[in-house]
């Protein structure tokens, strides 16, 4: 009799953990079902937001009919490397590193309080945010100068 007891204790626990496991799962899940076109930011990271394909490709053209191959050879080369660079100062830094071609970025602070960047990039340009959830998001004005860590000081060392 008491080994019955003992049997059924353990498979009461189990059950228990069982189920407990589903619904986080379910959680997890229900919140990928938000919008599969929102990118939702919840901590302390840098977002750079980039053309999705149809906008790169269209940018591209564009620039090809201005600049002509070299043009566009010559900006990509350049965009890649300052992409690079700042991916590797934010690195030096501890900082989480986000790239995303969705729709939108809604940052979220630990208030609850929601900011909405709507993604307009074309050809291969490229915006920068910094967040922390205690801040409002702040946008870079130039990549190419972010690896100085001017930016990077002002927004996270600032109250």
Not at 2 to 24: D, G, M, P, Q
Not at 109 to 125: F, L
Request: proline fraction near 2%; charge should be negative.
């Amino acid at each position: 009799m008491k080994i019955l007891a003992f049997l059924y204790l353990v498979f009461c626990l189990l059950a228990c953990k069982t189920h407990e496991v589903k619904e986080n799962n379910q959680q997890f899940m229900d919140h990928l079902k938000v919008d599969s076109d929102v990118l939702e930011v919840k901590e302390r990271c840098a977002v750079l937001i980039v053309p999705d394909s149809v906008a790169e490709v269209k940018g591209i053209e564009k620039i090809k009919k201005e600049y002509g191959e070299q043009g566009i050879a010559e900006l990509g080369s350049d965009e890649g490397f300052y992409r690079a660079e700042a991916a590797k100062f934010c690195e030096s830094k501890g900082l989480k590193w986000i790239t995303t071609d969705k729709k939108a970025v809604l940052f979220v602070s630990e208030d609850g309080k929601k900011t909405r960047v709507e993604n307009t990039q074309e050809a291969i340009s490229s915006t920068l945010y910094l967040f922390d959830p205690k801040k409002q998001p702040q946008k870079i004005e130039s990549i190419a100068g972010f690896s100085d860590g001017k930016d990077f000081e002002n927004y996270f060392n600032s109250k």
